[in-house]
T-cell receptor, first 113, second 115 residues
Framework: GAGVSQSPSNKVTEKGKDVELRCDPI?????LYWYRQRLGQGLEFLIY????????KSGLPSDRFSAERTGESVSTLTIQRTQQEDSAVYLC???????????FGQGTRLTVV | AQSVTQLGSHVSVSEGALVLLRCNYS??????LFWYVQYPNQGLQLLLK??????LVKGINGFEAEFKKSETSFHLTKPSAHMSDAAEYFC?????????????FGAGTRLAVHP
C-alpha cells in the first residue's frame, strides 16, 4: 500500500478482555516497530522486527503483551487481560531497516474502560 | 544502548522568533539522528535526519539541525517561527546496539507559537 495502515483506528474494550491490533507495513519494508504513546507523553518502544531475525522484545512492558509478524508483512500486537493503564495510542512504523527513515501509521487509540 | 533526552517538554515562542528545541543523545556507536514532527491529530512525519557527512542538516518547513559529536547534541532550529509550526517534536536516535538497529525516541517537546 501507499503507507503504513493500522486497524482499528479506535478500540474501546472492557478491562480484562484481550485485544488485537493490526499493522500493515509499506511493501518491501523489512523492519517494523511498535510504539506506545500515552496521553501527553513520548513514544515508548515496544518491539522491533527486522527481516527473519529474532525480534527485539525488550520494550514489552509485561507478559500480557505479545506481537507477531508474518514474514515481512502484517504484524499483530496482542494485549491480554487489558488494564486501564494500557489505554494509549499504539503506533506502528516500518522502514527498510538499518538506519533508514521509519514511516508511521495513524495509530490505534485503545481505551480500556 | 542508545538514549535520547529532550530538554523542555514545552517551549513557547512568539511568531517570527527563533525556534530552538534541544536534543542530546547517548550512543556507544556512531548514531543516526532524526527529528520527527507530530501535528495535532496527525501521524508522525520525518522533519530531517543525519546519517553521515555534513553535520548541518536541512529539513522541511525551514527547519535545520546540527550534529555536534563533541556535545552529543542534535538541536533543532528555525530562524523564524510560524503559527503553523505549533506541534510536538520528537528527536530519535538509531544505531547498531546488541545486534539491533532500532529507533529510540525522546519524550518530545510541545512547541506553542503565539501571535
Amino acid at each position: 500500500g501507499a503507507g503504513v495502515s493500522q486497524s482499528p483506528s479506535n478500540k474501546v474494550t472492557e478491562k480484562g478482555k484481550d485485544v488485537e491490533l493490526r499493522c500493515d507495513p509499506i511493501s518491501g519494508h523489512t523492519a517494523l516497530y511498535w510504539y506506545r504513546q500515552r496521553l501527553g507523553q513520548g513514544l515508548e518502544f515496544l518491539i522491533y522486527f527486522q527481516g527473519n531475525s529474532a525480534p527485539d522484545k525488550s520494550g514489552l512492558p509485561s507478559d500480557r503483551f505479545s506481537a507477531e509478524r508474518t514474514g515481512e508483512s502484517v504484524s499483530t500486537l496482542t494485549i491480554q487481560r487489558t488494564q486501564q493503564e494500557d489505554s494509549a495510542v499504539y503506533l506502528c512504523a516500518s522502514s527498510y531497516g538499518g538506519n533508514t527513515e521509519a514511516f508511521f501509521g495513524q495509530g490505534t487509540r485503545l481505551t480500556v474502560v | 544502548a542508545q538514549s535520547v533526552t529532550q530538554l523542555g517538554s514545552h517551549v513557547s515562542v512568539s511568531e517570527g522568533a527563533l525556534v530552538l528545541l534541544r536534543c542530546n543523545y547517548s550512543s556507544s556507536v556512531p548514531p543516526y539522528l532524526f527529528w520527527y514532527v507530530q501535528y495535532p491529530n496527525q501521524g508522525l512525519q520525518l522533519l530531517l535526519k543525519y546519517t553521515t557527512g555534513a553535520t548541518l542538516v536541512k529539513g522541511i518547513n525551514g527547519f535545520e539541525a546540527e550534529f555536534k559529536k563533541s556535545e552529543t547534541s542534535f538541536h533543532l532550529t528555525k530562524p523564524s517561527a510560524h503559527m503553523s509550526d505549533a506541534a510536538e517534536y520528537f528527536c530519535a536516535v538509531s544505531g547498531l546496539s546488541g545486534g539491533y538497529n532500532k529507533l529510540i525516541f525522546g519524550a518530545g517537546t510541545r512547541l506553542a507559537v503565539h501571535p
